[in-house]
Nanobody, 124 residues
Framework: QVQLVESGGGLVQAGGSLTLSCAAS????????MGWFRQAPGKEREFVSA????????YYADSVKGRFTNSRDNAKNTVYLQMNSLKPEDTAVYYC?????????????????WGQGTQVTVSS
């Protein structure tokens, strides 16, 4: 069992930056690939970014590529999502998730554990 807790969300103006953190506890953190997803009101949960267990590979949705950076610190059992040049359409609840798969995965059903989410609101 892995417990995930996101933090770092908030209200920011368009063009601003936020860094989300996801702290993991339970089983060995570096056994898991990690993903970030988001869900806006009335919309389905969508993939944002993923990172492999070592941090050697990352993958981003086209909508955030070049603006968001996914990283992890296995010594701290934490994964981060640095979000720059934020847009109003980035407004959503952001979730981190953990998967035992060794490849980058972008679908929700491939992830085994989920955090409770953190709200990001970008004002225009």
């Amino acid at each position: 069992q892995v417990q995930l807790v996101e933090s770092g969300g908030g209200l920011v103006q368009a063009g601003g930056s936020l860094t989300l953190s996801c702290a993991a506890s339970g089983r060995t953190f570096n056994n898991y690939g990690m993903g970030w997803f988001r869900q806006a009101p009335g919309k389905e949960r969508e993939f944002v970014s993923a990172i492999t267990w070592s941090g050697g590979s990352t993958y981003y949705a086209d909508s955030v590529k070049g603006r968001f950076t996914n990283s992890r610190d296995n010594a701290k059992n934490t994964v981060y999502l640095q979000m720059n040049s934020l847009k109003p359409e980035d407004t959503a609840v952001y979730y981190c998730a953990a998967t035992t798969l060794v490849i980058v995965v972008v679908t929700t059903n491939e992830y085994d554990y989920w955090g409770q989410g953190t709200q990001v609101t970008v004002s225009s």
